[in-house]
């Protein structure tokens, strides 16, 4: 009889307690996961809830996440003092057009790191990202006085070209990635029926690159509708304040109000759920795209 013959197929090796582990290693993620977004939005959940309720029950214990009564004097009460409407419409001014102008000019430089070779190339783009090293803090004083030389001391413009300043490091970081990750062929074609660089990259690259437009975006957005401390720094006339400063001084008048700096505090997160909302469908893929590749 041959050796075939007596061969017996192996029995399939048992799971064991590895079935088990697994299990219970999902189900420690998941708990971990649901605790920290608990941990994350409870906050927030909490700043709405009382938002809406009277100062009469700001402070009831146990705390309460159901306004009862609710109340949207609040809210109205915050949009009609203070000429916070104007601080809405500057801070709004300022974050839009730092948006465009930065992603613009990132684009621009970010195509031209990641496609074409020019003398001193990467010195340059490593010294472009000296920029996500230095602490915004200690440019107070040289930008105040760069500001005071420029004449844009006390105005929304120099806000706007700082804040541009500011954002062209990452926002290049991440486009760079993205734009390297693009067959050179598809351009290769392109040149061939006779394209230029600005039809390349206007017709081609930035379609192409939604991904990482989007998570520029909504960090460029971000970064201009919270900051504080320059806004601070330059700007003196209470007509031409941002909706930070005006929320701190609103705050500081009001410190016991509690529903109502809550109220005026949900009002400027809603341009920031917007955006992200808007952009949030490509915001991952951009976001590791950039970070990864490049």
């Known amino acids: 009889m041959s050796v075939a013959a007596h061969a017996r197929p192996r029995p399939a090796p048992s799971p064991g307690p590895q079935r088990p582990r697994l299990r219970a290693a999902t189900v420690g993620r998941y708990v971990a996961l649901v605790v920290g977004a608990t941990v994350m939005v409870l906050p927030f959940v909490y700043m709405l809830s009382t938002s809406f309720k009277s100062q009469t029950y700001v402070l009831t214990i146990p705390p309460q996440f159901v306004p009862h009564p609710a109340t949207v004097a609040n809210y109205t009460t915050a949009w ?34 990641a496609r074409f070779g020019f003398r001193g190339k990467e ?91 989007a998570t520029a975006t909504i960090f460029t957005f971000l970064a201009s509708w919270d900051e504080f401390a320059w806004s601070l720094t330059i700007i003196s006339t209470p007509s031409k304040q941002t909706l930070p400063l005006a929320i701190s001084l609103f705050h500081g008048q009001n410190s016991t109000l509690w529903g109502l700096v809550f109220a005026a505090s949900m009002i400027a997160v809603l341009p920031v759920i917007a955006v992200f909302l808007i952009f949030q469908r490509h915001f991952v893929q951009g976001l590791t795209s950039g970070a990864v590749k490049g």
Not at 85 to 113: D, H, Q
């Open 80 to 113: 009609g003092s203070h000429d916070f409407g104007r601080y809405f419409v500057n801070s709004l001014i300022v974050a839009f057009f730092t948006t465009v102008l930065s992603l613009l000019l990132s684009s621009m430089m970010a195509y031209g790191f």
């Open 123 to 213: 010195v340059l783009y490593r010294l472009l990202l000296l920029g996500l090293m230095i602490p915004a803090m200690m440019l107070i004083i040289p930008q105040f006085v760069l500001a005071k030389y420029l004449g844009l001391l006390d105005s929304l413009a120099g806000l706007v070209v700082f804040y541009v300043a500011g954002s062209l490091p990452l926002n290049t970081f991440l486009l760079r990635g993205f734009f390297a990750a693009i067959p050179v062929e598809l351009e290769q074609a392109m040149q061939v029926d006779g394209a230029g660089p600005w039809t390349r990259y206007r017709r081609l690259i930035l379609p192409l690159a939604k991904p990482a437009l």
